[in-house]
């Protein structure tokens, strides 16, 4: 998924009343405002009333869903056969402008704070995962040496501490 996918697709879904957050590796690099590594997939957070209208248009365009093994009605992929996929994070908002991500007994959210991201892709502005949230969402799991590129950049670049599983 290179820059310039990403910004289309960024783009369209805005062309179409639908507002997303950039989630995951080119949520990094947004808010870094330059890109740091290929991207395989362009993580984005949606709301579920918008699901269907995004899924329509990307069906349009060729893509389908890609098999996981941990696909669900909150998280998947669609992806077209010229290697570009979408990784669908689905939320519902509640009264306070968190976004419940998954069954609400799980409670899992996104922060009302953490979708008040903005950063830049090849000089267009995007909404994204704010700086501190990208930071805290990088643990709790297995960490990659790719994750600490990133987590260390966004420290250096907004003057965060990195996280005690970082140092």
Avoid at 104 to 124: C, F, N, Q, R
Avoid at 139 to 166: M, S
Wanted: hydrophobic share 30%.
């Amino acid at each position: 998924m290179t820059s310039k996918d990403a910004v289309e697709f960024y783009k369209e879904m805005t062309k179409l009343g639908i507002t997303i957050c950039l989630d995951g590796g080119w949520g990094v690099d947004a808010l870094l405002e330059k890109q740091s590594r290929p991207h395989s997939d362009l993580d984005i957070t949606i709301q579920q009333k918008d699901v269907q209208r995004a899924r329509e248009f990307l069906e349009e365009h060729g893509y389908k869903d890609v098999p996981r093994g941990d696909t669900t009605y909150f998280n998947f992929v669609l992806g077209d056969d010229k290697g570009h996929q979408v990784d669908f994070h689905v939320i519902v908002f509640d009264k306070n402008g968190n976004g419940i991500y998954g069954p609400k007994e799980k409670g899992i959210m996104y922060p009302a704070a953490s979708l008040k991201g903005t950063g830049v892709i090849d000089g267009h502005e995007v909404k994204c995962i704010s700086p501190e949230y990208m930071i805290k969402f990088h643990t709790g799991y297995t960490l990659r040496e790719v994750d600490f590129i990133d987590v260390r950049a966004l420290c250096k670049k907004f003057k965060l501490d990195p996280p005690q599983e970082y140092r």
